[in-house]
């Protein structure tokens, strides 16, 4: 059973074995922490970016991309680098919400590859990137023309509730992976 946590503490020098980082199929990272990994782990930009443009990344899926290490240079000291890199597709632009369905998916599909990782690799600590999975809800208008739209339409457009949605999904898909400590990082606006 994996024990979860919530955390405000940065999650960039958390010491992990895997970093869990909500993209979308744009290949556009606005979130700064997420542009910050742009840098920090380049072998996995570029993977990332080279599958959104090749249309190989759909919403819903998981990207995991197993780390270099470097052998000299300024990154050698380092020990908080991550061994493994799970890029969770929870949305088609950087300007859109995640959806329900597309969450699950990708949460279903991270889990499966988690199984592996935690039997075959050793895999015991995690972290997850929550922000980008809290939709900045002042870039809604209520009183925009497109939120007039269709009931369902309008439904898929908004973001999801971090206490009633989000958080419960990510705690359903993933509590049951064995000897697993999972801490999710969320901004201090978030209450724990």
Same mark, same amino acid.
């Given at each position: ?10 999650? @960039? ?7 869990? &980082?909500? =993209? ?6 606005? !979130? ?37 290490? #470097? ?31 597309? &969450?699950?998916?990708?949460?279903? !599909? ?15 600590? =995690?972290? &997850? ?17 497109? @939120?007039? !739209?269709?009931? #369902? ?6 973001? @999801? ?5 989000? @958080? ?22 978030? #209450?724990?």
């Amino acid at each position: 059973m994996a024990t979860i946590h919530l955390t405000h503490a940065p999650i @960039l020098s958390s010491s992990v074995q895997l970093l869990i &980082l909500p =993209v979308n199929t744009a290949g556009t990272l606005l !979130d700064p922490v997420l542009a910050r990994t742009k840098t920090l782990y380049l072998d996995n930009y570029q993977r990332y970016r080279k599958a959104c443009i090749d249309g190989s990344l759909k919403t819903g899926t998981c990207l995991i991309h197993k780390c270099t290490h #470097e052998h000299s240079g300024l990154g050698v000291g380092s020990h908080n680098k991550p061994s493994y890199i799970a890029n969770l597709v929870t949305s088609d632009h950087p300007y859109h919400p995640a959806r329900t369905a597309w &969450l699950t998916q990708a949460l279903t !599909d991270l889990s499966d590859q988690l199984m592996a990782l935690i039997r075959y690799q050793g895999v015991r600590k =995690v972290a &997850l990137l929550a922000r980008p999975l809290l939709f900045d809800n002042s870039s809604i208008n209520a009183n925009s023309a497109h @939120l007039n !739209d269709a009931k #369902e339409h309008t439904a898929t457009r908004l973001p @999801l509730d971090w206490q009633d949605v989000t @958080l419960p999904l990510i705690t359903e898909h993933l509590q049951d992976l064995p000897k697993l400590r999972i801490d999710i990082h969320v901004p201090k606006s978030v #209450e724990i």
